[in-house]
C-alpha cells in the first residue's frame, strides 16, 4: 500500500486561478479572499505540487504598464525559483475582460480579433520566459447566443487565422512551445464552437501546422456534453494529440462544476487514470477545478491535497486490477478470437480480398457466444470499492 503522496515525477499541477478561485458564482458574492500569485505557489509547494500554470491576467493585470509587468513578473519567477514549483503551461484570458463579450478570435469586430491576437503574443513572451512548454487555448467567450449573429463556418476561419499565426509566430522565435486546444460545450455563452475534444481534432487538421497543435481535454467540459471522457483522450492519444489534459471532476447535465478530482464520477475516473496510467502519459496532470464555495483556505488546501490523492488511489487500483488473476483470465478469454485473418492486418490485397470473399462464417455460433461482462464489470467494481 502506497502512501498517495504526490511526487514531482507525478507532474501534478493547478492553474492560479484554481487555488485563488474566491468562491464567487453566478448568484453569489466571493466567499474567500484573494490570493497573491506568489502565496499560491507556496500554497503549491506546501501541498507537494509538481507545477503551476499561468494564466496572463491571475498574475499581470490586464491594464498593467510594462515596467509594472517585469517587475511582476521577476518577483513570480523569484518564488518558484525559491520553490523549485515549476510553470509548464501558460495560457491567455481572453474571455474575463467585456472587450471579449461577443468572442475573442471569432469575433464580428477586427478590432477585438486583432486585440486578442496581440495580448497572445504578449503571454507567449511570457509563457517562455516562465518555462512554459504548453500553449492552451480555451476559447470561452468563441460561442453565441444566436447564430443570426455570424456564419459558424467563418467563426472557424477565425479561430483557424489566429492559431496559424501562433504558430508562425513561434516558429520565427524559435519558441519551444506546443499548443493544446481545450473544448467544452457551452458556458458562458449559449453554445460555443468547437465544442468538444473530437471537434479540435478536425479543425487541428485543417491548420497550417498541424503537428504544433494538440489538445487539452477536460473532464467536465466532454461530461457537460454527455460524452465518455475516456474515450475523447484514447482517441486523442492515439493520434498523438494529447498534449496536456485538465482533470477534474462533474456530474452530467449541469454547469461546469470544475470539482475536486475523483468527487463525483468514480468509476469513468477509474477507467481515465487507468488509460492514462496504461499508456504511459508523461504529460501534466493539470486540475483545472477549485473548491467548493464554502471552504476556506484550509478548505482550499485539502482540495488541493485531495485531487492529487485521488489521483494517486485510483493509479493504486488500476495496478491492482492489472494484477488481478481473475480479471486477466477474463481478459484472455475475452480475446481469445482476436488471433487469426492475418491476411487482413496488411491493409487491402487481392488475396486478401480472395480469401475473405472465400471465408464462410457460422454466425450463429458466433452470435451465442457469452462475453462475460457481467462479470468483468463486477469485478472491476470491487476493486474499485476496495472489497478486491
Ligand atoms: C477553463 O476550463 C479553462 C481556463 O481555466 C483555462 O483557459 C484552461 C486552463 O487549462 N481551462
Ligand atoms: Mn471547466
Ligand atoms: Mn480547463
Redesign the pocket.
Known amino acids: 500500500m502506497t502512501d498517495f503522496q504526490p511526487l514531482p515525477e507525478h507532474r501534478f499541477t493547478f ?1 492560479l486561478w484554481t487555488i485563488g478561485n474566491v468562491g464567487r458564482d453566478p448568484f453569489g458574492l466571493p466567499t474567500r479572499d484573494p490570493i497573491d500569485p506568489v502565496d499560491i505557489v507556496h500554497v503549491l509547494a506546501e501541498v507537494g505540487a509538481y507545477g503551476v500554470n499561468y494564466h496572463d491576467n491571475d498574475l499581470v493585470p490586464i491594464d498593467a504598464t510594462l515596467a509594472e509587468e517585469r517587475a511582476i513578473v521577476e518577483r513570480f519567477r523569484k518564488a518558484l525559483a525559491e520553490t523549485g514549483v515549476k510553470m509548464p503551461m501558460a495560457t491567455t484570458n481572453t474571455f474575463s475582460d467585456p472587450i471579449f463579450k461577443d468572442g475573442a478570435f471569432t469575433s464580428n469586430d477586427a478590432r477585438v480579433r486583432a486585440y486578442a491576437m496581440q495580448k497572445v503574443i504578449r503571454t507567449m513572451d511570457i509563457a517562455v520566459e516562465l518555462g512554459a512548454e504548453t500553449f ?1 487555448f ?1 476559447g470561452g467567450r468563441e460561442g453565441t447566443e444566436t447564430d443570426a449573429s455570424k456564419s459558424a463556418a467563418d467563426a472557424v476561419k477565425r479561430m483557424r487565422d489566429a492559431i496559424n499565426f501562433f504558430c508562425e509566430y513561434a516558429l520565427s522565435q524559435k519558441y519551444n512551445l506546443r499548443f493544446a486546444m ?1 473544448a ?1 460545450p457551452n458556458e458562458p455563452r449559449s453554445d460555443l464552437y468547437l465544442p468538444t475534444t473530437g471537434a479540435m481534432l478536425g479543425f487541428i487538421a485543417t491548420l497550417d501546422h498541424p503537428e504544433m497543435v494538440g489538445v ?1 481535454p ?1 473532464v ?2 466532454e461530461h457537460m456534453a454527455g460524452l465518455n471522457f475516456m474515450h475523447a483522450i484514447a482517441q486523442a492519444w492515439e493520434a498523438g494529440k494529447l498534449f496536456h489534459i ?1 482533470l ?1 471532476d462533474q456530474l452530467f447535465g449541469r454547469y461546469d462544476q ?1 470539482f475536486r478530482f475523483g468527487s463525483a464520477m468514480i468509476k469513468q475516473n477509474f477507467f481515465l487514470v487507468k488509460f492514462l496510467e496504461d499508456v504511459g502519459y508523461a504529460g501534466c496532470k ?1 486540475f ?1 477545478a477549485h473548491a467548493y464555495r464554502t471552504e476556506d483556505l484550509d478548505g482550499v488546501k485539502d482540495f488541493a491535497r485531495g485531487c492529487m490523492r485521488s489521483y494517486l488511489i485510483l493509479k493504486d487500483k488500476a495496478a491492482r486490477f492489472n494484477a488481478d488473476a481473475e480479471i486477466q483470465g477474463l481478459l484472455r478469454e475475452i480475446n481469445a478470437f482476436d488471433g487469426g485473418f492475418d491476411y487482413l492486418k496488411g491493409g487491402f490485397s487481392q488475396d486478401a480480398l480472395e480469401k475473405l470473399r472465400a471465408h464462410e462464417f457460422d454466425r450463429a455460433a458466433i452470435a451465442r457466444r457469452g462475453l462475460k461482462y457481467e462479470r468483468l464489470d463486477q469485478l472491476t467494481f470491487e476493486i474499485i470499492t476496495g472489497v478486491r
Do not use: M, T, Y
Open positions: 492553474g492552451v480555451w481545450e467544452k487539452n477536460e467536465a467540459h485538465d477534474n470544475d493539470h483545472d
